[in-house]
């Protein structure tokens, strides 16, 4: 009895975080919920010195080569020092071990956590996947650091960066670099690495820092507890070929006809799951796959290979077909969606909302004028999400969901035609149908309907495109004769000037649907349909 006290107490100590037990209802809104993990005024302190510790280690990672780096110029570097500094890291040692202590203690006092670690190691190595789900993971919602995979991808599938990544000679060629730039090329590799990792990632994908964790941390519990009571969502964790683990969560309305086919969704910089963009389709009745962002909540690093492992563990383990899967990314998530689409040509579709090209020029904006070529040559090297240059890859059907009030992606706030999204059209619309916009008239007359208002636009689209039965026609008509789709392609290779423009115009209507909203507010439903190959 006593042997297994001692037991359940170290699992306390080394036990994961519980955050919440599931109610068996929908908790009403206007009342105090009685789900949540009450933790007691030692665990909470506890809690608390374990992440400044890790914010401070995180940080000492960080600064430790610069501080060696000065100590030994200083002089510092003596075996004395060296004596001193690891009696300090011994007394340092001592505060995760004397709170870890504490922290068990607190957790065998309280009930709840109790029955929870109970049932945690009877049920983590002992039982199916299924029984995990429902004895575990559809009753408590805690951290999945000492959770099991459900999944795994063997490393030897590790995926490497996409094949269009700038090398050293283009960037080079892309201006004329002077003297002094090309002798200190690789120092500012070498500063621009140390940007990167220091701060540029977290500025890119603020969605990783801890201080966005904490300040929405209720929002993403009522996130998952909704989905799994409401929605009877599934969640899992996979283990991707380059050894990180991500959460995702699954939610199955196969039993309806839209539920048929999969929605994966890819969050934005700082979106989540739990409050993104999957609400949407699983309102339309869709079958739903979503995953938190590599770095993310409960998720560690490699956006490449998270993404793989989704991909992957819907077609292996929940039995979808390729062509049944649409990819809806939201924001920076476009880029993971867009790789995606790539690597799995035979997708149903892809829809992208609120997405940019490229992201160097936003990258440029933030920077001060005089950084600009420093910026360029870090986001070319070390962060290159270039969605035009993915989607020219890509011969599936896809389309664009421009926000017309976007602060983000417009350049300038309530211009439209600064909008990111219009460049996507720019390079794809040219790239897919060269026979249509073949001269600089008719991408004139793009650039003048993209960035129109919804009055000029109507007029435009009345001028040109009266008879859209006719053109229909002769898309069904090259569609037929050419079944499988291809880019570029030979469509309209005989049209007049006339026809071109036509056909410049509709194009852009069967590739761009515009909403009215600002960046981050929810897609509606209404705009939400599958994608289909136009031509």
């Known amino acids: 009895m006593l042997k297994n006290q001692f037991l359940l107490f170290w699992q306390c100590v080394f036990g994961p975080k519980l955050y919440q037990t599931y109610p068996f209802m929908p908790p009403l809104p206007n009342r105090q919920p009685t789900h949540l993990y009450i933790k007691n005024t030692t665990e909470t302190l506890s809690d608390n010195v374990f992440l400044v510790l890790k914010i401070f280690f995180g940080t000492l990672r960080i600064v430790l080569p610069l501080f060696i780096l000065y100590f030994y110029y200083k002089g510092s570097l003596t075996y004395e020092n060296g004596i001193s500094l690891l009696q300090l890291s011994c007394y340092i040692v001592i505060i995760p071990i004397w709170f870890a202590l504490l922290r068990g203690i607190s957790r065998f006092s309280n009930p709840t956590y109790k029955a929870f670690i109970n049932e945690f190691f009877q049920v983590k190595y002992n039982s199916t996947q299924e029984a995990r789900q429902v004895k575990l993971l559809a009753k408590y919602d805690f951290s999945l650091s000492h959770w099991k995979p459900d999944y795994i991808i063997?490393?030897?599938?590790?995926?490497?960066?996409?094949?269009?990544?700038?090398?050293?000679?283009?960037?080079?060629?892309?201006?004329?670099?002077?003297?002094?730039?090309?002798?200190?090329?690789?120092?500012?590799?070498?500063?621009?690495?140390?940007?990167?990792?220091?701060?540029?990632?977290?500025?890119?994908?603020?969605?990783?820092?801890?201080?966005?964790?904490?300040?929405?941390?209720?929002?993403?519990?009522?996130?998952r507890t909704n989905l799994i009571i409401s929605h009877r969502a599934k969640r899992y964790i996979l283990r991707t070929a380059d050894g990180n683990h991500i959460d995702s969560i699954f939610v199955d309305q196969r039993s309806t006809d839209n539920g048929q086919t999969l929605i994966i969704t890819c969050e934005g910089n700082a979106g989540f799951y739990e409050v993104g963009c999957m609400m949407t389709p699983i309102e339309a009745g869709y079958s739903v796959l979503g995953w938190n962002r590599p770095g993310f909540c409960e998720n560690a690093v490699s956006e490449i290979n998270s993404i793989d492992a989704i991909m992957r563990y819907a077609i292996e383990e929940l039995h979808f077909s390729v062509n049944n899967i649409v990819i809806f990314a939201w924001s920076i998530g476009g880029y993971a969606a867009c790789w995606a689409a790539v690597h799995y040509q035979d997708i149903r579709g892809l829809i992208l909302d609120a997405v940019f090209d490229d992201v160097l020029p936003l990258a440029q904006q933030q920077m001060p004028s005089f950084a600009s070529k420093f910026v360029e040559k870090i986001i070319r090297y070390?962060?290159?999400?270039?969605?035009?240059?993915?989607?020219?890859?890509?011969?599936?059907?896809?389309?664009?969901?421009?926000?017309?009030?976007?602060?983000?992606?417009?350049?300038?706030?309530?211009?439209?035609?600064?909008?990111?999204?219009?460049?996507?059209?720019?390079?794809?619309?040219?790239?897919?149908?060269?026979?249509?916009?073949?001269?600089?008239?008719?991408?004139t007359l793009l650039k003048q309907y993209i960035s129109a208002k919804k009055i000029q636009k109507k007029t435009l689209f009345d001028k040109y495109?009266?008879?859209?039965?006719?053109?229909?026609?002769?898309?069904?008509?090259?569609?037929?004769e050419n079944p499988i789709g291809s880019y570029?392609?030979?469509?309209?290779?005989?049209?007049?000037?006339?026809?071109?423009q036509r056909f410049a115009i509709y194009f852009v209507n069967?590739?761009?649907?515009?909403?009215?909203?600002?960046?981050?507010?929810?897609?509606?439903?209404?705009?939400?349909?599958?994608?289909?190959?136009?031509?």
Request: net charge negative.
């Open 154 to 223: 063997q490393s030897s599938n590790i995926r490497k960066l996409p094949m269009i990544s700038i090398s050293e000679e283009n960037l080079i060629n892309q201006t004329e670099t002077t003297f002094i730039e090309r002798l200190f090329h690789y120092p500012s590799l070498l500063l621009g690495y140390i940007c990167v990792n220091v701060f540029g990632r977290r500025l890119m994908f603020p969605g990783s820092l801890q201080i966005i964790h904490h300040m929405s941390n209720r929002a993403l519990l009522d996130g």
């Open 382 to 443: 070390y962060l290159d999400l270039n969605n035009i240059q993915l989607l020219k890859l890509y011969n599936g059907p896809f389309y664009l969901i421009r926000r017309t009030y976007d602060e983000i992606m417009n350049f300038i706030p309530g211009k439209l035609e600064t909008n990111r999204a219009n460049e996507i059209l720019f390079f794809i619309l040219p790239y897919r149908y060269p026979f249509i916009y073949n001269n600089d008239e008719i991408f």
């Open 465 to 480: 495109c009266s008879d859209i039965e006719d053109l229909q026609k002769q898309i069904d008509q090259y569609r037929l």
């Open 488 to 500: 570029p392609c030979k469509f309209g290779e005989n049209f007049s000037f006339d026809q071109r």
């Open 510 to 535: 069967q590739y761009l649907i515009d909403f009215d909203s600002q960046h981050c507010t929810s897609l509606p439903q209404d705009y939400f349909c599958l994608p289909n190959r136009c031509v």
